[in-house]
């Protein structure tokens, strides 16, 4: 585990793209705890907030995530989540490695767009617009009807993070 000192955090590098299907490339889980370590990805993890409010460092900027916020965390950048007073918080995460980026790009743009999406300066307190979020919630709800590790329910969070890829071209 390599580990990192700044001034007032210890980081450790915690999270690798261990995906419980290699080829896929893309994985998601839920996150119900208001508290997560100092950590970087070697993947590309889209962060929605679908309940409470929470504290979130990236890029060395606090914000209050609450219902709604998106992120973007890409490889190398570090975050962490931390409690925002009493709230409790829940958040989805889409996860997808580098090489199913470049490929879900090929397919879709016909070009790998990982450079453009690596030098993305997105805001910390990016909201999805309501219909938008609705969409995420029921393509969520989608992946409750498949068996987890099913050729559907990667289907399904591939054409989520094209979703949110698609929002973020539009930014």
Same mark, same amino acid.
């Given at each position: 585990? @390599?580990?990192?000192?700044? *001034?007032?955090?210890?980081?450790?590098?915690?999270?690798? /793209?261990?995906?419980?299907?290699?080829?896929?490339? #893309?994985?998601?889980?839920?996150?119900?705890?208001?508290?997560?370590?100092?950590? %970087?990805? %070697?993947?590309?993890?889209? /962060?929605?907030?679908?309940?409470?409010? /929470?504290?979130?460092?990236?890029?060395?900027?606090?914000?209050?995530?609450?219902?709604?916020?998106?992120?973007?965390? +890409?490889?190398?950048?570090?975050?962490?989540?931390?409690?925002?007073?009493?709230?409790?918080?829940?958040?989805?995460?889409?996860?997808?490695?580098?090489?199913?980026?470049?490929?879900?790009? +090929? #397919?879709?743009?016909?070009? !790998?767009?990982?450079?453009?999406? !690596?030098?993305? #300066?997105?805001?910390? *307190?990016?909201?999805?617009?309501?219909? %938008?979020?609705?969409?995420?919630?029921?393509?969520?709800?989608?992946?409750?009807?498949?068996? /987890?590790?099913?050729?559907?329910?990667? @289907?399904?969070?591939?054409?989520?993070?094209?979703?949110?890829?698609?929002?973020?071209?539009?930014?």
């Amino acid at each position: 585990m @390599a580990t990192k000192k700044t *001034d007032t955090l210890i980081e450790h590098k915690i999270f690798n /793209v261990n995906m419980p299907f290699p080829k896929q490339g #893309v994985n998601f889980n839920w996150c119900y705890q208001n508290y997560t370590s100092f950590h %970087d990805h %070697d993947y590309y993890e889209f /962060v929605i907030v679908t309940d409470g409010k /929470v504290k979130h460092i990236l890029k060395g900027t606090t914000s209050i995530a609450a219902q709604g916020m998106f992120f973007l965390i +890409k490889p190398g950048e570090f975050h962490q989540f931390l409690p925002y007073h009493n709230h409790h918080s829940k958040h989805i995460n889409f996860c997808i490695s580098a090489p199913a980026m470049q490929e879900i790009s +090929k #397919v879709f743009w016909l070009k !790998d767009m990982s450079d453009t999406v !690596d030098n993305w #300066v997105l805001p910390n *307190d990016l909201f999805l617009p309501q219909k %938008d979020f609705e969409s995420i919630l029921n393509s969520i709800n989608r992946l409750s009807q498949f068996p /987890v590790h099913s050729q559907n329910s990667f @289907a399904v969070i591939k054409s989520i993070i094209i979703e949110l890829l698609l929002f973020l071209f539009q930014k």
